[in-house]
């Protein structure tokens, strides 16, 4: 089985981002399965200092996940010419490689 991780970069409501994600987790084929990561606005803020044996719980959860997957699929909106904050913090996090 094919296990993939989807992220949504947008933390808004109403995000057609969020929607495009959770539609693909419902519309997969039977041979994979789509986990909806939903904790990017309770990410602390990245903290070279908390990585390690105290790598925050949220970004633990996250990593973790990632590295379980067989593949990750990012549905991310364009902020100021970049990612938005949120996103940012999570990639931040994900290229740490003190966390334990």
Known sequence: MLNLLAISGSL?????NSA??????????ADCRVTVYDGLGRLPIFNPD?????TPCEARYLIEAVTRADGVIVSCPEYAHGVPGGMKNALDWLVSRDAA
């Open 12 to 16: 808004r409501a109403a995000s057609t």
């Open 20 to 29: 495009l994600v959770a539609a693909l987790a419902a519309n997969v084929p």
């Open 50 to 54: 908390e990585e390690g044996e105290r």
